[in-house]
């Protein structure tokens, strides 16, 4: 599969060639690369096992290996909603061969060793049993590797489980749309609750923290008992006994785990049937209600190049992955604005310290950009055949290229005035000149960044499913990189010359004066940016259309 991807076709220019080799290459750069981790992951679990042997039943060695096992276990649920094994699961075919559902349930549950935290995981365990060998504890070393295998089945097990219902709940396009948006909106959101709910970090406003308030003891007791029954936790107290010669205890708690496996993959088997059963995909959308507000032209714009402007905003909108662009800036910017007003105004990350709303507005600005990347560095493949249709009608280059990158500035412009004005009416602070400086250089930054967004779009394009969050709707590696360095470079004048106004000349008024000059120059290299994008565009016309 490998060399046929790579294999000089009439479709098929050496740009592609490159671009899809470096697809391909990836994830076996990424498997050679696990193989120092493995090496040093077997160390640590041979001398935990052989501390343990020693009878060192405190041994830090054993606790972090207790601390890598509990996040093996929380992965193997949440796993499948960022590397989904099965996300492209196509049973069907299957269904008409003469093949056990069983037998493709094991198949599909073998993918989760796919994943690189399950691969890691087995040198670990073989290897705290090997320790233990070594330090001449037989019996215990076979009672580890015992509860070190059903461990395993677990994780297969819970991995399984957590890729069917995920399956069963975005077959529904409607339902996975909403189950998909509301991930992207919890996960910030709940990230930040420990930092949000913790007295000891509010702050008054002369800077003291106030005094620390303890856990309640029944938050404290139910959490201790919720992670009693965690694989991980039963997996480390067996290892802990056979280890003592408690052996009785660990086969109990070997029975345990064994018990567990078995309802797990009942229940993934359950799930597994249920996937197989149920149609492909239902909850066909219907048309829009607007249909006059997206035929309209955008003032200083061709009736062409609008068109697209407009098309990039509509896919946006009607997209998990697109909306997720345009809301996750504006989660993340609502978060840290409340632990900043719950601060008094400053926000702590260790060393660094945040205050006054200059510095929340700029933060989430340049958060709202970034947040561009995946759909920007892509942006014609993610049409689909959208893209051949546009390629096929009387849309010069120039206005493809410019409506592409008005469009891409449309998606992000609200998130970026929301952040900037909410900051300001909230907490203000700071000169008025700074704040006119904040979308004086988000501008700068946008006309630098917008040409190369056309040009690695037009080199590396890869075909995504705007559908997915995961991978399956992220950029071509090459491009995600260069949309990277070049927010970054196009990022340095702006705050250079934010600086060299307020630390050498001590004016801020001359701060959006330096930037706004810098938006002519980088207006101006912008064109000249542009001229090399519509010749890229231009050759790549064809490849492009055989998305």
Excluded at 134 to 156: D, N, Q
Excluded at 195 to 209: K, N, T, V
Excluded at 362 to 372: D, H, N, R
Aim: charged letters at 10%; glycine letters at 10%; aromatic letters at 6%.
């Amino acid at each position: 599969m490998l060399v046929n991807a790579l294999e000089r076709t009439g479709s098929r220019d050496a740009l592609e060639r490159f671009s899809i080799a470096i697809e391909k290459l990836g994830p076996i750069l990424a498997a050679i690369l696990l193989i120092p981790s493995s090496l040093a992951i077997a160390g640590l679990g041979a001398a935990a096992g052989y501390a343990l042997a020693q009878q060192a039943t405190h041994s830090i060695l054993f606790e972090v290996c207790r601390y890598l096992l509990l996040a093996v276990t929380a992965l193997a649920i949440v796993g499948p909603l960022f590397l989904p094994a099965a996300d492209r699961t196509n049973p069907i075919r299957l269904l008409l061969l003469p093949i056990p559902r069983s037998v493709l349930y094991v198949a599909q549950s073998s993918s989760a060793f796919g994943d690189p935290w399950n691969l890691l995981a087995l040198p670990l365990l073989t290897c705290l049993a090997a320790g233990m060998l070594a330090g001449g504890e037989p019996l215990g070393a076979l009672l580890s590797l015992a509860a070190g295998l059903v461990f395993i089945v677990i994780v297969v097990g819970l991995a399984s489980l957590a890729t069917s219902v995920l399956h069963l709940l975005v077959r529904d396009r409607r339902r996975g749309e909403l189950i998909a948006l509301l991930f992207i909106i919890i996960i910030p959101v709940v990230s930040m609750l420990p930092a949000m709910l913790d007295p000891g970090s509010r702050r008054s406003r002369g800077g003291a923290a106030q005094p620390h308030t303890a856990v309640p003891s029944w938050l404290s007791a139910t959490a201790t008992r919720a992670l009693a029954v965690v694989p991980s936790q039963i997996y480390i107290a067996a290892t802990g006994n056979a280890a003592a010669r408690r052996y009785p205890a660990a086969a109990a708690q070997i029975g345990m785990l064994a018990t567990m496996a078995l309802v797990l993959h009942g229940l993934g088997a359950a799930a597994f049937k249920r996937v197989l059963d149920s149609p492909g995909s239902s909850g066909a959308r219907r048309g829009g209600s607007m249909p006059g507000a997206w035929s309209r032209r955008i003032p200083g714009l061709s009736s062409g190049a609008s068109a697209v402007a407009l098309a990039q905003l509509r896919l946006a909108l009607r997209t998990p992955r697109g909306r997720s662009i345009m809301l996750s800036p504006l989660i993340m910017f609502l978060v840290f604005g409340a632990m900043m007003y719950r601060g008094s105004g400053t926000m702590d990350f260790g060393h660094i310290r945040f205050g006054g709303g200059l510095s929340l507005a700029m933060f989430a600005s340049a958060m709202s950009l970034l947040s561009m990347l995946p759909i920007a560095m892509n942006q014609f493949a993610v049409d689909g055949a959208g893209l051949t249709m546009g390629l096929l009608s009387p849309l010069t280059d120039a206005d493809m290229l410019r409506g592409k990158a008005v469009g891409n500035g449309l998606i992000i412009v609200g998130p970026c005035l929301f952040s900037i004005g909410l900051s300001y009416l909230v907490f203000g602070g700071g000169s008025p000149a700074l704040w006119a400086s904040i979308p004086l250089g988000l501008i700068s930054i946008y006309l630098l960044v917008a040409p190369v967004a056309a040009i690695t779009s037009a080199m590396f394009p890869k075909v995504v499913d705007l559908n997915s969050i995961g991978r399956g709707s992220n950029a071509h590696g090459a491009s995600g990189l260069a949309g990277l360095l070049s927010f970054v470079v196009a990022g340095a004048p702006p705050v250079l010359l934010a600086l060299l106004a307020t630390r050498i000349f001590h004016r801020t008024a001359f701060a959006p004066l330096f930037i706004a000059a810098w938006c002519v120059v980088a207006y101006g290299i912008g064109r000249l940016m542009f001229v090399a994008a519509r010749r890229i565009f231009q050759t790549r016309r064809e490849n492009l259309a055989l998305l």
